[in-house]
């Protein structure tokens, strides 16, 4: 199978790294003057959604499990609970583009359901995963998603892939490698070998279905919408997000852990008030990373997202330790350094390949 994927290697271009930059740069700049400047007030508020949102929302839900909560449910819960700012945002492009929602046939209400059990079922696998793991170190393998929807994109979508692409693949996985042979050193003293073990197994799980769920995501554009614009990518996260948050909620209701959130809140570190604050930022953090990260794919490129990606990685892990004290070693250290060298083989390969003119 290797074989096969090789032979379809996309060939790396002969320019020298310097001509890169300089091409870059020149194709930064005439890039700048063909876009009005509310264009780039919106990108570099995106961008920044993305940078701060998503860290937030990781250390939120470390934070909740540090301070006395418990519910594995909740945390999924509040990850898709802020799906109407995504729709107060969906309505009035309607009126900007001057367009009708994309209508819902069978097949795309399907896919949609599909993908918001996936999205309900991965929420789920990273509340563990921040259950019993330091932020610091759920995120780092969190990053491992990029090595699954690289993969599935290959054989779903049919992505092409170059050597250095297969090279961040292979650069990540060691990384994730590195953290796992690091497990005695970032374990919080109550958490047992085995939770620590659950933590990281779900944590590999829930990246592997973030990638798949992103390859799908991309396979519903192609086969079944037909057209990319900034209102039919908002309708598909406001549909997913609803239909991940009926599944969770559903979830919630069955384990009566909405009946058990006023002792929780009791017993919280910080007091009720806290308790109730941290869920409601969780909500919002995560549905304007969301946000941001759709905003930036439209805006810009999935290569920009992909460095943005990689950048938010380590803002969360030093955030981690500073806010939360999280323990950080030596090969810890050396994780971050060899994940963002793959994030940064990854990107390089994404611009280098070969972008059909559709």
């Known amino acids: 199978m290797l074989g096969e994927i090789m032979d379809e290697v996309s060939p790396m271009p002969s320019v020298s790294l310097w001509d890169r930059i300089s091409n870059s740069k020149t194709l930064a700049w005439e890039s700048y003057k063909r876009k009005p400047i509310s264009h780039w007030i919106l990108l570099v508020l995106s961008s920044a959604a993305m940078l701060v949102a998503f860290p937030a929302s990781s250390l939120l839900s470390r934070v909740y499990y540090a301070n006395g909560g418990t519910s594995k449910w909740i945390i999924s819960w509040v990850a898709v609970a802020g799906w109407p700012l995504t729709a107060l945002i969906l309505l009035p492009t309607y009126f900007v583009f001057k367009t009708f929602p994309t209508r819902l046939d069978l097949k795309l209400t399907l896919a949609y359901i599909v993908l918001g059990f996936l999205s309900a079922a991965d929420n789920l696998m990273y509340a563990y995963a921040y259950a019993y793991l330091p932020a610091s170190t759920a995120a780092l393998l969190a990053s491992s998603s990029l090595v699954f929807s690289t993969l599935?994109?290959?054989?779903?979508?049919?992505?092409?892939?170059?050597?250095?692409?297969?090279?961040?693949?292979?650069?990540?996985?060691?990384?994730?490698?590195?953290?796992?042979?690091?497990?005695?050193?970032?374990?919080?003293?109550?958490?047992?070998?085995?939770?620590?073990?659950?933590?990281?197994?779900?944590?590999?799980?829930?990246?592997?279905?973030?990638?798949?769920?992103?390859?799908?995501?991309?396979?519903?554009?192609?086969?079944?919408?037909?057209?990319?614009?900034?209102?039919?990518?908002?309708?598909?996260?406001?549909?997913?997000?609803?239909?991940?948050?009926?599944?969770?909620?559903?979830?919630?209701?069955?384990?009566?852990?909405?009946?058990?959130?006023?002792?929780?809140?009791?017993?919280?570190?910080?007091?009720?008030?806290?308790?109730?604050?941290?869920?409601?930022?969780?909500?919002?953090?995560?549905?304007?990373?969301?946000?941001?990260?759709?905003?930036?794919l439209f805006l810009a490129s999935t290569v920009l997202a992909g460095i943005l990606n990689a950048i938010r990685v380590p803002i969360t892990s030093i955030a981690a330790v500073i806010l939360l004290h999280d323990p950080m070693s030596g090969f810890k250290i050396l994780s971050l350094i060899v994940t963002f060298w793959g994030f940064g083989s990854y990107i390089y390969g994404n611009s280098s390949t070969p972008k059909d003119s559709s």
């Open 152 to 296: 599935f994109g290959y054989f779903l979508v049919k992505n092409k892939l170059n050597a250095a692409m297969i090279n961040a693949v292979v650069i990540i996985t060691a990384a994730m490698t590195i953290i796992a042979l690091d497990s005695d050193s970032d374990r919080y003293g109550n958490i047992t070998d085995r939770q620590y073990i659950m933590g990281f197994v779900w944590d590999i799980l829930g990246s592997a279905l973030h990638g798949l769920i992103f390859a799908l995501s991309e396979l519903v554009f192609v086969k079944l919408v037909g057209r990319r614009s900034f209102h039919v990518v908002l309708e598909q996260q406001v549909m997913v997000s609803l239909f991940a948050f009926a599944f969770t909620t559903i979830g919630v209701v069955v384990s009566k852990d909405f009946q058990g959130m006023k002792s929780e809140a009791k017993t919280f570190k910080g007091g009720v008030a806290s308790y109730y604050l941290v869920l409601i930022w969780g909500a919002i953090t995560f549905q304007l990373g969301v946000l941001g990260g759709t905003a930036v």
